[in-house]
């Protein structure tokens, strides 16, 4: 049985977070939810990688690691467009 690995970590730092929500608008993946006025990532299998909820983050309270060589075609496909 092959594991599929998880080819973002998204991590959000409870202490800078001001649960302002601008990830959660940003996301296209729907990510984010809010828990207790702090945002935290529900459902990170479904990021694709394009680090908008980085940038969208006054707090820095979002990281987005564990990168693989490989971004998804669909990361892909919007990073292309935004640039």
Do not use: N
């Given at each position: 049985?092959?594991?599929?690995?998880?080819?973002?970590?998204?991590?959000?730092?409870?202490?800078?977070?001001?649960?302002?929500?601008?990830?959660?608008?940003?996301?296209?993946?729907?990510?984010?939810?809010?828990?207790?006025?702090?945002?935290?990532?529900?459902?990170?299998?479904?990021?694709?990688?394009?680090?908008?909820?980085?940038?969208?983050?006054?707090?820095?309270?979002i990281t987005v690691r564990g990168l693989e060589k490989e971004m998804s075609e669909m990361a892909?496909?919007?990073?292309?467009?935004?640039?």
């Open positions: 049985m092959e594991k599929e690995p998880m080819a973002f970590e998204v991590i959000v730092d409870q202490e800078k977070c001001k649960g302002c929500e601008e990830c959660i608008e940003v996301c296209t993946s729907g990510v984010f939810s809010i828990e207790g006025r702090k945002s935290i990532p529900i459902q990170m299998k479904a990021c694709i990688g394009c680090k908008s909820c980085v940038e969208v983050c006054k707090e820095k309270a892909s496909l919007l990073l292309r467009d935004l640039h």
